[in-house]
């Protein structure tokens, strides 16, 4: 069955165990996540990424069927999710199997998605379409924070974090978490500050190092790498953030290929493409093709497991993934 992402309070009054999750705005989905699954589950919630299922279906029904003494209930999240997941999921809905819920987080899925119908159709599980935030979704979340914190705004300076956040849901949050330990010992907070505060590298942004990657330039790409002491956390966070950019990229693109008016495109793109980044996004759509960003996309999650894999050389990882990256030409797949 469907319910809209408005209606999730009437989640619990449905004994169902599988949901699913889909679209775009990875920021609203991890919300929910957290506030409707795992805050619930103060044990037994178990992480899987797509891939880890396929490559070992068997470990993953057995952390299903397994009972625990120190777990009533189990929670599984699995990311990344796509078709190839059909038969597992056909196969659990068929088995009904009690005190476990399973989120499956995917990206978009078009209408004719077989894994979509099956969720829409079936009355054991529930489909959550997920869709873009807007600039006032972000500016209510931005405005309710510094209501909350009795901390006083101008509508500047709340442009000014959606606009460091690149209109990102996920970005805003870590923005604000970043904004939350400074008002702890300050009363107001200005645009310069903000500006300080929201800074994701100490000279670079993640952003700027992605960008000048998608649009070949190698030279300055090296340059940020070069500049910048990068930790576990943050070859996360620019991995996943180079997922996002390529996904958008990948939207545009295939709009591109029905219209022919890119500016056109670029301009009523959802969420808004920043003034200053149209001309960047532009060429970074005509330096790329289809094929090239659909495997960039693939290529991204293999590097995100590779790096939580080998912790220890994370950084050399993801630094010869994105240097390569950014001097692939555009018949390079």
């Known amino acids: 069955m469907i319910i809209k992402s408005y209606e999730l309070t009437k989640i619990s009054s449905y004994n169902c165990g599988l949901f699913l999750l889909y679209g775009q705005n990875e920021g609203l989905k991890n919300d929910i996540i957290r506030k409707y699954f795992v805050d619930k589950f103060k044990e037994g919630v178990h992480r ?100 909350l914190n009795k901390i006083p705004v101008s509508q500047e300076i709340i442009n000014l974090l959606i606009e460091r956040s690149r209109g990102d849901r996920g970005n805003l949050n870590n923005e604000i978490s970043k904004i939350e330990s400074y008002i702890k010992t300050h009363k107001s907070i200005s645009p310069q500050e903000i500006l300080k505060l929201t800074n994701l590298a100490e000279n670079y942004s ?55 008016n890119l500016d056109s495109i670029i301009a009523s793109y959802k ?19 289809l094929e090239n960003i659909q495997n960039m996309i693939f290529k991204t999650n293999d590097i995100e497991l590779l790096i939580k894999k080998n912790s220890d050389n994370a950084i050399n990882i993801l630094s010869d993934f994105i240097i390569n990256t950014s001097k692939q030409s555009n018949n390079v797949t």
Not at 67 to 90: H, Q
Request: one cysteine or more; proline letters at 2%.
């Open 271 to 289: 969420p808004p493409i920043f003034w200053k980044d149209k001309d960047l996004v532009k060429k970074q759509v005509n330096l790329s093709n």
């Open 48 to 147: 899987y990424d797509e891939k880890e299922i396929l490559d070992n279906k068997g470990d993953f029904f057995n952390g299903i069927y397994s009972k625990s003494f120190f777990e009533e209930k189990k929670l599984f999240i699995i990311s990344r999710v796509t078709e190839k997941l059909f038969d597992i999921v056909e196969e659990i809905l068929e088995k009904k199997i009690e005190d476990i819920k399973i989120v499956l987080n995917s990206p978009t899925l078009e209408k004719k998605s077989k894994l979509r119908k099956l969720f829409e159709k079936s009355k054991d599980s529930i489909c959550i379409p997920i869709y873009e935030d807007n600039m006032q979704t972000l500016s209510v979340i931005a405005r309710d924070f510094f209501r």
């Open 206 to 260: 993640v952003s700027e190092l992605l960008d000048n990657c998608l649009s070949k330039n190698s030279k300055k790409t090296i340059n940020i790498l070069n500049e910048n002491s990068f930790g576990l956390e943050d070859c996360i966070l620019i991995i996943r953030s180079f997922s996002i950019k390529l996904k958008r990229l990948y939207k545009i693109h295939r709009e591109y290929k029905k219209n022919k």
